[in-house]
């Protein structure tokens, strides 16, 4: 992980905790909460929740010291939500690094973009290169060479056999499997516990086995 101890998020539900155990395993804090949905309920105790872009311009305003680390704690197949919110934050001259937890396992001959996480029990093999708010969840494998381009997320178990392909935003679903050297569009989803036997065109929802497209997203 990041040696950057302080982190914000943007997000305060279920990922903001699952992120809260990344930071604070590496004896991090966590500052504040954003997040979108004015609804939102708060994910981590005692962590002030702002929200918006308006509760987050009141925050910077405020905040004094140092500025911390951000992290995009949005998870599902909002990929390109999560691209833009590192953007924005960035704009802010944020910084917005990887993170990696502890029991991930990470080849020094990957490459992880900024904003990406890679979760406890995942894999990134050797020649992987993942781009910008990429999410490896839970026990998820992307083998070697495969290359995952921004804002894609491998759903917990789900495996990326080697040498696969995506475009940006792409979703693979729980404990589905993409077989090697195949090649997946932009914006697709893949659906839990599919098997990928053949190329995906973009914006394509894909389920099965072997996985079938069944809609195209608009």
């Given at each position: ?12 539900a279920?990922?903001?905790?699952v992120l ?13 909460l954003f997040?979108?949905n ?10 002030p929740?702002?929200?918006g872009?308006a509760g987050?311009?009141?925050?910077l ?5 140092d500025m911390?680390?951000?992290a995009?704690?949005i ?10 919110i590192?953007?924005?934050?960035e704009s802010h001259d944020?910084?917005?690094?990887a993170?990696?937890h502890s029991?991930a396992?990470v080849?020094?001959q990957?490459q992880?973009g900024g904003?990406?996480?890679?979760l406890a ?7 992987a ?5 990429v999410i490896?969840n839970?026990?998820?494998m992307?083998?070697h060479?495969?290359?995952l381009?921004?804002g894609c997320?491998i759903a ?7 040498c696969?392909e995506?475009?940006h935003?792409?979703f693979?679903g729980?404990?589905?499997t ?5 090649r997946i ?5 893949v659906?839990?516990g599919?098997v990928?036997t053949?190329?995906?065109?973009a914006?394509s929802?894909?389920?099965g086995?072997p ?7 608009l």
């Amino acid at each position: 992980m990041t040696s950057t101890a302080d982190f914000i998020f943007w997000g305060s539900a279920g990922h903001a905790m699952v992120l809260a155990d990344v930071v604070r395993s590496a004896g991090g804090r966590i500052l504040a909460l954003f997040d979108n949905n004015n609804e939102a309920k708060l994910a981590l105790d005692g962590v002030p929740l702002f929200a918006g872009e308006a509760g987050f311009n009141d925050w910077l305003r405020d905040h004094d010291g140092d500025m911390p680390a951000a992290a995009v704690a949005i998870g599902g197949h909002r990929g390109e939500n999560r691209v833009a919110i590192l953007r924005m934050l960035e704009s802010h001259d944020i910084s917005t690094p990887a993170l990696v937890h502890s029991q991930a396992v990470v080849s020094p001959q990957a490459q992880v973009g900024g904003g990406s996480q890679v979760l406890a029990m995942a894999v990134v093999a050797a020649g992987a290169r993942l781009g910008k708010g990429v999410i490896v969840n839970h026990g998820a494998m992307v083998d070697h060479e495969s290359v995952l381009g921004d804002g894609c997320h491998i759903a917990p178990g789900a495996v990326l056999c080697g040498c696969v392909e995506l475009s940006h935003y792409v979703f693979i679903g729980a404990g589905a499997t993409v077989l090697p050297r195949l090649r997946i569009g932009a914006n697709t989803i893949v659906g839990a516990g599919s098997v990928v036997t053949r190329d995906l065109p973009a914006n394509s929802v894909a389920f099965g086995t072997p996985a079938k497209i069944q809609n195209y997203r608009l």
